[in-house]
C-alpha cells in the first residue's frame, strides 16, 4: 500500500543545504517535508574535516566565496551558537611555504570583509607550542570548528516545531512529472518496506553531490562534480585553534580540533560516483606526512579513522581543471527558466559555512516560482538550543557530566556518555540504529572506536525493552562493520593495538559473527 502526501515544498537531501531549507521554508509559512536516503547528514554534510570557515582559505584564489563565509561565519555565531566551538584559527608560514603568498594573503583579506591579524612567529608559538618552531610568519583568523550533525538536528527540530515532516531512510525512487512540470516525488521507505508519494507545489533538489542523480530522474541535467575529499581523525587535540599552511590550498594543509580529536585535511580528487570515494592507506599516509609541516610528530601520532566525502562542485564553465579552482560560492537553477520544466530547484556548490546563506536563496527562489512573496528570518532567529552566547566547550561537557555521574553510570568512557542520555536519545527515537545513536551521542567515535560502549549500548536497549533481541544483534553487528571501514586504511602502531583487542572482544567473547538474529 502506498502512503500519499501533500506539501508545498518537497526537499530532497538532508544535509545542511537541505535541513537549512527546510527551517527557513518552515519560517515562512510553508508546508515543508524534507526526505533523505539514510539518516540525517550521513552524505557530504556529515563526512567533513569540521571548520566553519574564516574565508580565510579563499581571499587569494576566490574571494566572492570567502567573502561569503566570512559573513555568514558571523551570522552562525548569532544563530547557530550550541553547534560552534570558539576555537579561532592560525594561517602560518612554513620554511616549505612562499613569503610572497603571505603578502597577499595579507593584503587579500580586508577586500574579502575576512577579519585578520599578524602576530609574531613567538606569539604564535606561544598560544600552540607544538606548532613547528620554523614558523615565518601567523596570521589570526576568526575559523572556528562546528558540529555539522548538531547544527543539522537543530535546524530539523526547528523546522518539526513549525509543522514540517522529516522523513530519514527515504530514498527518492522517481521524480512524478505531469507533462512540463514536476508535481512530486515517489519515496520508498527502508524500514516499513512500504512507498510513499508526496505530491508537492515546488520539489527543491537539496541532494548535494547527488544532486545530478536526483535531476536526472526530472528528465534534465545538474553539471555537479564530485570531489573526494579524504580526512583522518587523531586520538587527542594536538592544538587547540584551527591551523593552516599559509600557501595557496593544497593537500593535508589544515588540522581542526575538534570535539576531543585533531582531523587533517583533506585531498581533492574528482570522481564520477560520490558513492565510490573508499580512502586508501597511500592517502592517509599522504596525510600523516603533511601533518610533520605544521605540527611536527603528528606522523607518530595514533590516527584513529580515516574517512572521504564527495564536495558537490559545481564548475562555472566547463574548462576548469584542477578542482581546487572551482569557486566555492553556489548556484540555485530554476529549472522552469533553464529546461522549461517548472516545480523544480535545484541547488548545488557551496560550503557547510555559508549553507543558511544557500537555504535564503533556495528558498527565495521557491517564492518566486509559487508567485509568493515571504521575507527570510534564519539571520536573525536562532536554532533550537542556540542564545548567540552558548560555544560548546569541551571542559563543560565533563564538568556537566561529573555533576550526576554517582548515580548513573557510564556507557562511553571515551565520549562520556551516561546511560540516561543513551536511553533518553532511543526513547524520543524508537526507530533509531546503534549507528544513527554514534551521530546523536558520538558513541564510538573515541579512541576505541565503539570497543567497550557498542557491546554495552546494544545490551542496555534490549535489557530495557527499547530492542528486541533480533534487532539488538542486527544493530551491533552493523555497527562495527560501519566502524571497521574507516580503520582499515590506519591500521599500525598503537591503533593496530587496538583494533586487535575490539577483535578479540567482538570476536573471541561474543562471536559476533555467529550471534542469532
Request: aromatic residues 6%; hydrophobic residues 50%.
Given at each position: 500500500m502506498t502512503e500519499a502526501l501533500e506539501c508545498q515544498l518537497l526537499v530532497i537531501g538532508g544535509g545542511s543545504t537541505g535541513a537549512g531549507v527546510a527551517w527557513d521554508a518552515a519560517l515562512r509559512g510553508f508546508q515543508v517535508i524534507l526526505a533523505d536516503r539514510g539518516d540525517l547528514a550521513t552524505g557530504t554534510t556529515g563526512r567533513f574535516h569540521g571548520l566553519l570557515h574564516s574565508g580565510g582559505r579563499y581571499v587569494v584564489r576566490d574571494p566572492g566565496g570567502a567573502r561569503e563565509c566570512a559573513r555568514e561565519n558571523v551570522i552562525l555565531r548569532r544563530v547557530a551558537s550550541a553547534a560552534i566551538e570558539d576555537t579561532g584559527g592560525l594561517f602560518v608560514t612554513t620554511p616549505l611555504d612562499d613569503l610572497e603568498y603571505a603578502d597577499r594573503f595579507f593584503a587579500s583579506c580586508p577586500a574579502a570583509e575576512v577579519p585578520v591579524e599578524e602576530i609574531s612567529p613567538a606569539e604564535a608559538l606561544r598560544r600552540e607550542p607544538r606548532l613547528t618552531p620554523a614558523v615565518r610568519r601567523a596570521f589570526v583568523v576568526q575559523d572556528g570548528s562546528i558540529d555539522s550533525w548538531k547544527l543539522v538536528w537543530s535546524c530539523a527540530q526547528g523546522a518539526k516545531q513549525l509543522g514540517a515532516r522529516i522523513l530519514p531512510y527515504h530514498p527518492v525512487t522517481a521524480i512524478v512529472r505531469e507533462g512540463d512540470r514536476v508535481i512530486g516525488a515517489r519515496l520508498h521507505d527502508l524500514r516499513s518496506g512500504g512507498d510513499v508519494e508526496v505530491r508537492a507545489q515546488c520539489v527543491i533538489n537539496a541532494a548535494g553531490a547527488w544532486s545530478g542523480q536526483v535531476a536526472r530522474m526530472a528528465g534534465c541535467e545538474v553539471a555537479v562534480r564530485p570531489g573526494k575529499g579524504v580526512m583522518v581523525a587523531i586520538n587527542h587535540?594536538?592544538?587547540d585553534c584551527v591551523v593552516n599552511r599559509c600557501h595557496m590550498t593544497g593537500d593535508g594543509d589544515i588540522v581542526v580540533p575538534s570535539h576531543s580529536v585533531s582531523v587533517i585535511g583533506t585531498t581533492d580528487t574528482p570522481v564520477e560516483d560520490p558513492d565510490d570515494i573508499e580512502p586508501t592507506a597511500e592517502e592517509v599516509a599522504k596525510m600523516m606526512t603533511a601533518g610533520d609541516v605544521l605540527l611536527p610528530g603528528f606522523s607518530r601520532s595514533r590516527a584513529l579513522r580515516v574517512w572521504t566525502g564527495a564536495r558537490p562542485l559545481l564548475p562555472k564553465t566547463a574548462t576548469v581543471g584542477d578542482d581546487r579552482e572551482v569557486s566555492r560560492s553556489h548556484t540555485v537553477i530554476r529549472h522552469a527558466q533553464r529546461d522549461d520544466l517548472g516545480g523544480l530547484i535545484s541547488i548545488a556548490g557551496g560550503k557547510l559555512t555559508t549553507y543558511r546563506l544557500m537555504a535564503e536563496d533556495t528558498?527565495?527562489?521557491a517564492c518566486a516560482e509559487l508567485g509568493v512573496e515571504r521575507t527570510c528570518t534564519t539571520a536573525e532567529t536562532p536554532l533550537p538550543g542556540s542564545t548567540g552566547r552558548n560555544y560548546y566547550r569541551l571542559p563543560d561537557h565533563q564538568a556537566d557530566f561529573e555533576k550526576g555521574r554517582a548515580d548513573n553510570?557510564?556507557?562511553c568512557e571515551c565520549e562520556l556518555?551516561?546511560?540516561?542520555d543513551?536511553?533518553?536519545a532511543a526513547r524520543r527515537n524508537p526507530q533509531v540504529q546503534i549507528d544513527?545513536?554514534?551521530?546523536?551521542?558520538r558513541i564510538g567515535?573515541?579512541?576505541?572506536?565503539?570497543?567497550?560502549?557498542?557491546?554495552?549500548?546494544?545490551?542496555?536497549?534490549?535489557g530495557q525493552k527499547e530492542y528486541g533481541r533480533s534487532q539488538a544483534n542486527a544493530g551491533l553487528r552493523?555497527?562495527?562493520?560501519?566502524?571497521w571501514k574507516g580503520q582499515r586504511p590506519v591500521l599500525w602502531g598503537q591503533q593496530l593495538r587496538q583494533a586487535q583487542l575490539d577483535a578479540w572482544i567482538f570476536q573471541g567473547v561474543l562471536d559476533i559473527e555467529h550471534m542469532p538474529t
Open positions: 587535540r594536538l592544538a528558498v527565495d527562489a553510570p557510564m556507557v556518555v551516561s546511560r540516561s543513551l536511553l533518553a544513527d545513536l554514534r551521530r546523536v551521542l567515535m573515541g579512541p576505541c572506536q565503539g570497543g567497550f560502549c557498542a557491546f554495552r549500548t546494544a545490551a542496555i536497549l534490549h552493523a555497527f562495527v562493520q560501519e566502524r
